[in-house]
């Protein structure tokens, strides 16, 4: 097995009465690598995850955190993981100060090591105004970000996440967001694997993606790769005032440009390149003093999702 790989899922089966949830499922977490775990409404998805944390068995088929398989250590495999898989259940009357001693008591660490990493993980998850007041109390964001908390008591170097945004509103996703950006960014050793049905926050946060559906794997690969499948990108121009005939021809001569139409103020254009090819156009598109004030790309990830899907039902 690579040393490459905290994560390591072979041949895993999981069979439901005659109904096979996930069908000897092959996948394999990079180190460091933040990975987005994909697929449609009962694709076996958090069954996966469920496995993987030792919340249920499967019925056949190895998942290895840190080359050790769950399925016969549990223990050992799940020490060093944070988790956030089903719905977080806390004791309402105890503060998220209260939580995370009597989790950090759990996984054996001392009162210093309980205080400090309590102090900076609240921190983390915006929760330090909120640190005695009763969980009880709380919306289910904060009650979210409490368990993100708890998932990364005593320096995890893996976390499993599901569905972490799921059931949030748009203000509570954006904080959820926001806290596992930061993860990101300032974490140096930490494997995060992380199941959505948001590709934009897959696409913002991931670095690779695992797609799954019917409960075997689709494709696993790095997110840039993903960009680069289609080789043609779609740009949305938005200018400041309805674009002229001339503009759309001037676009249409760009390095690249294979099609330009104006819808409204927008112009929709078609490139043919990779991320250079982009920058390329940006450049281009300011030069010519159009008034354009965003470009946007349509989320390669989406059309790369809805085509392997549509190919894999
Ligand atoms: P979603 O995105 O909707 O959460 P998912 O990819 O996480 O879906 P799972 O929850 O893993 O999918 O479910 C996979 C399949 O297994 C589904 O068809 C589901 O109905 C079925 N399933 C899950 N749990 C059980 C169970 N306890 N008994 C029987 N079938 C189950």
Redesign the pocket.
Known sequence: MSSDNPIEIVELRKE??G?V?VDNLNLSVKRNSFTGFL??????????LKILTHLINATSGQAYINGIDVTKDPKAALTGVGTVVETPEFYPYLTPRETMKYVGQIIGMNAESIKSETDRILEKVKMTEWEDKRIGTFSKGMRQRIAIGQALMNNPSVVILD?PTSGLDPRGMAEMRDILKNLRNDSRDLTVIM?S?VLHEVSDLCDRIALINH?KMIIQDDMSAIRETEGRRRMTVKVNTVPEKETISRIEQLNNVMSAERYGNDIEVTLDGDTGACVKFLNDVSALNIGAYSVNEENALETTYLKLIKESR
């Open positions: 439901y009465g109904f949830a697929g449609p409404n009962g694709a076996g998805k958090s069954t996966t569905e199941s049905h409960g």
